[in-house]
C-alpha cells in the first residue's frame, strides 16, 4: 500500500461539533455524570480491518465502568492525515492511521527496508508491547502523540507483468535494468535501482495501466490483497519481503496522560487484545490471497535464504545509513539492537 498523502486539518471543527454528528457506541456506566467520552475515528470503510478492530475494541470495553466511545468509521471527520493532525491538535482524542511524515521526516522509517522479512520477526519486533512501538513513540511524542499499538497489513514484494518471462531473484544481477514501479519515495527508488532494477515512480493509480501497457515490467511493494487485485496483468509475485506494511493506535498524548490511571489501563488492554486478534487476521488474510493469486494462475515464489540474505546486505549497506542521515545515529542504534543488524 502507498496510502495517499495529505491534508489538512478541517477548517472550524471542533469537539463539540464533531460530538453532534456522530454515532455513539456506550460503554454501560454506574455514574454517567463520571463517564469519559471521547471520540475515535479512523479515515476507512465499513469493508477495511479498521472498522473490524474497532468493533471489537469497542465490544470488549462494553463492560467497563465509565467509558463512552463516539465512534466514527469511514472518514466522516477527515482522511487519514487529517486525522493524524487531528490527533496531534486532540481534537480527535484516538485514531487508527498511518504515519504521516509530513509533520516529521523522520517518519518515513516506516518504509525502511528489511527490518523484518517474516511474519514471525514481524510479530516479535511490531507487536503488543514490542521494541519497535518503543522507537516510534520516542518520536510521536515530539508531536503529542502516543501509539498504543502497531497494526499490520502485510508485507510488500515484487510482482512480474504477464509476457516477461523472466524472473529476477539474484539482487543486483538478474533484474539487468528491467524497469520496475516504486511509490514516490526516494528510499524506495534507491532501494530498486540499488538491486539492479530500474526504478520508475508512478502513482499508485496509473500502476495497472503502466502493467497492462508494458510501461514497467514489475511493480515493488505490492501486498498480497494487491497482487491478486492486479491478477489480470501479472505473471508471478517474488516474494521479497522487503517492506512491511504497518499502521498504527495513535491517541493524543496529553488527553493519554491525562486519564484517570483504571481507564488508562482498560483502554491499553482492550488495545493490546485487539490487536493481537489483529495480527493473526492479517497473517490469515495475506495467505488467503496469496493461495487466491496462486488459484489465478499467478507463480508464487520465495527467494532462497541465500538470495534473501544477499538482498538484505544490500539494503544494509546501502539504504540503512541513509536513514541514518535522516533519524540520527541514536534511532538507528535501538533500531539495529532491536532487529540485530551490527
Partial sequence: MQSPIRKLLLPGLTAAGIALGGMAYQAETQNAEAAESFIFAHAMNVDHVFHAISERYIADLADQSGIEIEYHPGGDLGDWTSLFEQAMQGVVPMTLTWASSEFDSRLDLIYLGYIVSNWEDAERLYGPGAGMLDVYNDMLADLGLHALGIIPTDFGSVVIRKGVG?????????????????????????????????????PLSEVHTALQLGTVDARSFSTAVETYTLRDVLEANILTNDYFEVAFWLVNKEWWDGLPDAERTALQAAADNTIGWSWKEAKSKSDEFLQKARDAGINVVDLSDEQMSAAKQIVYENEWPMMEDVVGKDIMDKIRQVVGVE
Fill in 166 to 202: 523472466k524472473l529476477p531473484m539474484n539482487f543486483p544481477a538478474d533484474p539487468d535494468g528491467m524497469k520496475i514501479r516504486v511509490p514516490g519515495l526516494a528510499i524506495a527508488v534507491d532501494r530498486f535501482n540499488s538491486f539492479g532494477f530500474a526504478a520508475v515512480p508512478i
